[in-house]
C-alpha cells in the first residue's frame, strides 16, 4: 500500500518538478466480478482487474489529463502531458485544485468482497426467492456485481489520501408472465448488510400481481412511486445539482438557488456515507467528502462544486470533485412521516408505480421530460390494487413533480439499477399528486 | 500490445478442458476535449490498453480481462474464465453457431491522418464553433462541445485457428445548445461521427449546422404554434426516420433481447416464439426496408469482422414490410439454428461483446422530398426530434420534434412547436406510404449492456410519408 502511495506521489512529484504548476495523481486498483443471468440460468460470469493512474495537471491555468496504465513509462507521460499543456488553452475560469492538508476517516470497506472470487451463489438464492414467491414457473435475469477498490490520491496542493470502496449489488427482474414482471434490487458496501434474497423477493412479488395488465388510459394521477422508481428521480435531480450542469444548463435549477422548489416535506443530499454503494472518503481532489444538504425543506441551498466551479460561485467546494466536473455521489431523500399504507390510502383513483426505464428530456431547463413505467404498474382505488397495467408513459415535467411530492414512508431504500437509478440513491416510497400519463394511439 | 502475451494465453487456455476460447486484445490512445461557452474545460489525452480472455467449458461461459501485461497476470485470467465458466452449472449447454477460423488484417484509411493533427488544431476547431454561434445573431445562453478520438488497435485469436488485427481510427464530436429567447428556452444537441481520419471534421459542416439550429430553436421559439392534436399525415426528415428504425426495428431484432438475454436491463422484444409477430410476420407497409449494414465504409459503426471473428455483411431487418432476418453473434445464432452475422461488438477488452447494431437504416424509393409534401392536406413535417423513447419491449415509442413545420394542401408553413407522435410499432410502419430517395446518416451512441457499453453507430434513412397517424 505504502509503495504504490509513494510512487502516486513520485508522479506528483516529477510533474511539478518539470513545471508544471498543479498535480493531482490518483492511483485506483479495482477488482469488479459480476455475474449475469437470464431465464434463471448464469450466462456468464465475469472478471475485471483494472489498474489506473489518472493524472490532471494545471500549467497557466490549462488543464489537462492522462492515465496510466502502470509506472513505468512515467517521465514520458508526464513529458507528453506537459507538452500538451504548453499547447492547450487557458480556462479563465480555472479556479486551481482544492487546497489543504486533510484527515480522512477510516475507510469501512469491506474486505469480504474484496476476497469474494465467485459471486454466482448469490444468483441462485436471489431466482429462488423470486420462485418462492411466484411459482417456479417465472423466469428470472440480471445481474450480480461486486467492487473493491484501492485508491491512492496525491495532490500537490497538499491532499494526500488512502481509501479503499466496497459494493454490491445484485439486480433482478423476474418475469410471471410474457408481460408481467417485477424488478428488485439489493445494494449495499457490504456482505453483512447484503441479503439478496430480499431483492428476489420483491421481484417474485410485483411479477405475481401484476398478472394480465390491460392497456393503462391517459390522464392525471396521483401517483406512488417504489423506491426504486424514484430513485431515478432522485439521480436525475441529483445530477442536476452539479454547477457543472448548471453552467451548461442541463439542469431546471438554473438561478434558483434560495428558492422553493419543492413542498416543505422535501430533504434532498448528497451523501457517499460508509453504507452507501458509492461510499469514498475523498473526492478526486483530496477534499473530504460530506453530507451535503442540497435541497433542504423545500429550498435550494447549494449546487455540488469542486474546488474551481465553487470559486466561481463564490462558495467552497462540496467535496463533489470528479476529474474533470463536479458529481453528485449518492443521493438521499429524508424519510417521511407515513406508513406505507398510509400512502396508498391517499390513492382515491390512482397508481403505484414500480419502476421505468428511458428517461429523456425535451428540454432539461425548462425540465419537460418523459419516462416509461415498467416492472408492475398498478391502478389503485381507495388503497386498494385493483389492476395491473401496461404500456404507460409519465409526459410531465421534473420541476413538478418535485413540486407536487405529497407524502413520503417512514422506510426507505437503497437502490442503483444499470443507467436508470444512478448514482444510487436512498429513497422512500414517494406520493406525487397529478402525475401525466400519457400512451400510444 | 504485447501479441506474445496474447497467444501465450490462449496456448494456455487450450490446456484446459475447454470447448472454445478466446483473447481479445485492444489498444486505444484516447484524446477528449471539452468546452464549456467556448473555454476548453479540460484535454484528456491517454492510452488504454488490455486484453480479455473468454472461455466455454461444461456449456458454460466465463470472461475475465486485465490491462496487466504479464504472463502472470494471462495465467491469471484465463483460470478465472475457466473456474467462472465451469460454476455456471447451466442445465442448457450453450454451443457456438460454427465458424470457420479466419487469418486477416484489416483497417480503414485516414485522408487526413489525426496524428498529424497538432492539439491547437482540435482545440481551435471547437472554439470556431462557439464563435460562429456567438456571431449568428441568436441568443445563445450555453453551450457545451466535445471532440474525441479514438485510434483502436484489436489483435483478436480464437482456439479455431483465428487470428485477425486491425486498426479502427474514429472521431466523434457532441455539442449541445441552449437558446433563450423572450424569456423561453429550447435546446438542441447534434453527434457527429466517423470511422477514418480528421477530414471528417471539415466535411461535417458543423458550425454551418449548429448556426441553423440555433435559428430553428429561435423561430420555434418566436413564430412555433402549438399543433391541433389529430389525426394527421407525418412526413419524418431523415434523423427521425432513423432514430424509429434504430428503436423499433433495430432493438427489438437483436437475437439476444428476443432470446431473453437482456431480459433484466436493456428488456425483451416484442418479437417472440409463438407470438404474434416472428420471421415471415408483417410489420411494416410494402415499402418499408430497413438494413443494418456495418460495411459502410467510413462509417461511424464499421467494422470489417466483428469482435467473434466473424466478417460482417448487410443484414436485412424488415424486408418489405416483413420481419426478415434477426441479428446475431455466435450463442443467439446456435440457439436459433442458424449462422452469426457478425452482430457481436464490444466497446473495449473489458466488456463482453454482445449482439449489436451497426448503421441501421430505411432503404430509399424513388420520390423526392418535394413529392412526398406535395401529396399532403394536413400534417406535419418533423425534421429532427429532442425527446423520444421506447419500452423495453420496442413497442411504444415516442418522438417529439425539434424542427418541424405545419403541411398544409401540400406546402409548408409555421414552425410547430414540439409536435409529439406517440405511437406503436406496428402502426408507425405499417402507416408508411412513401419513402424519399436520397439518404441521409447521423451518428449516435447506442446503450446496451450492463455495465453499459455505448457503441457507435449510424441510423439514418431517406424522408418517409406516414399516412393518418395521431399527431398531439
Known sequence: ?441 | MEEDIVDFALEYARSKKIEYAEIRAQSQVQDRLMLRNGILEAYVSAVDSGFCVRVMADGGIGFASTNKWTREEAKEIVDLAFKYAKAANRKEKLVFAEEKGVETKWTVDQKEKMDNISPEEKISALVEIDKALASCGVNIAATMSQCSIDLTSKYFVNSEGSRISSFLPKIGAYIFITVTEQGKTEQASEQFGYSGGWEAFDEWNINEKMVHDAKVLRDVITKGKAVKPGVMDLICGHEVTGIAAHESCGHPMEADRILGREMSQAGRSFIFKGGPFWIGARIGSGVVTIVDDPTIEHSYGYYAYDDEGVKAKPRYLYKNGMINEFLHNRETAARLGVRSNASSRSINYDREAIVRMANTFVVPGDMTEDELVEDVKNGVYMKSFTEWNIDDKRFNQRYVGREAYLIENGELKHPVARPVIETTTLKFWTAVDAVSKKVEFDAATCGKGDPAQGVPVYTGGPCIRLRGVYIK
Open chain 1, 1 to 441: 500500500m505504502k509503495d504504490v502511495l509513494n510512487k502516486t506521489e513520485d508522479i506528483v512529484k516529477k510533474a511539478k518538478a518539470l513545471g508544471a504548476d498543479e498535480v493531482i495523481a490518483r492511483t485506483t486498483f479495482g477488482r469488479y466480478r459480476q455475474a449475469r443471468f437470464s431465464n434463471n440460468q448464469v450466462d456468464i460470469t465475469v472478471a475485471w482487474n483494472d489498474y489506473v493512474t489518472d493524472v490532471t495537471l494545471a500549467w497557466k491555468k490549462r488543464v489537462v489529463a492522462t492515465q496510466m496504465r502502470n509506472f513505468r513509462e512515467v517521465d514520458a507521460n508526464i513529458k507528453k502531458l506537459l507538452e500538451l499543456a504548453k499547447v492547450s488553452k487557458e480556462n479563465p475560469m480555472f479556479g486551481g485544485f482544492a487546497k489543504g492538508n486533510f484527515r480522512y476517516p477510516r475507510s469501512r470497506a469491506d474486505e469480504k468482497l474484496r476476497d469474494l472470487e465467485n459471486p454466482t451463489d448469490y444468483v441462485f438464492e436471489a431466482i429462488g426467492a423470486a420462485e418462492k414467491e411466484a411459482g417456479s414457473k417465472i423466469e428470472s435475469g440480471g445481474i450480480l456485481l461486486t467492487k473493491f477498490e484501492d485508491v491512492y490520491v496525491v495532490s500537490s496542493e497538499g491532499p494526500v489520501g488512502v481509501d479503499s470502496r466496497s459494493a454490491i449489488e445484485l439486480s433482478i427482474r423476474a418475469f410471471s408472465q410474457r408481460e408481467a414482471s417485477g424488478h428488485g434490487v439489493e445494494c449495499s458496501s457490504t456482505l453483512r448488510d447484503f441479503k439478496p434474497a430480499r431483492a428476489g423477493m420483491k421481484a417474485g412479488e410485483i411479477a405475481k400481481l401484476a398478472k394480465n395488465p390491460e392497456a393503462g388510459d391517459e390522464g392525471v394521477y396521483d401517483v406512488v412511486f417504489d423506491p426504486l422508481i424514484f430513485g431515478s428521480l432522485l439521480s436525475v435531480w441529483g445530477s442536476m445539482v452539479s454547477a457543472f450542469n448548471v453552467m451548461v444548463q442541463l439542469s431546471v435549477f438554473v438561478d434558483k438557488l434560495g428558492q422553493k422548489v419543492a413542498p416543505e416535506i422535501v430533504t434532498l443530499k448528497d451523501n457517499p456515507a460508509a453504507y452507501s454503494m458509492a461510499n469514498r472518503v475523498f473526492d478526486d481532489e483530496g477534499v473530504p467528502t460530506r453530507e451535503n444538504v442540497f435541497i433542504d425543506r423545500g429550498v435550494l441551498k447549494t449546487y455540488l462544486h469542486n474546488a474551481s466551479t465553487a470559486k466561481m460561485f463564490k462558495t467552497e467546494t462540496t467535496g463533489n470533485a470528479g476529474l474533470v466536473v463536479p458529481n453528485p455521489w449518492s443521493v438521499e431523500m429524508n424519510l417521511g412521516d407515513m406508513d406505507k399504507e398510509e400512502l396508498f390510502q391517499e390513492l382515491k383513483r390512482g397508481l403505484y408505480l414500480t419502476n421505468t426505464w428511458y428517461t429523456r428530456f425535451q428540454n432539461y431547463a425548462k425540465g419537460d421530460f418523459s419516462t416509461i413505467p415498467r416492472d408492475g404498474i398498478f391502478l389503485v382505488e381507495k388503497g386498494e390494487t385493483k389492476q395491473s397495467l401496461k404500456d404507460i408513459r409519465i409526459s410531465d415535467n421534473a420541476l413538478s413533480l418535485l413540486g407536487n411530492i405529497a407524502g413520503a414512508s417512514k422506510e426507505r431504500q437503497h437502490v442503483h439499477w444499470w443507467g436508470e437509478v444512478d448514482p444510487p440513491c436512498l429513497s422512500p416510497y414517494v406520493l406525487v399528486r397529478n402525475v401525466h400519463i400519457t400512451k400510444s394511439k
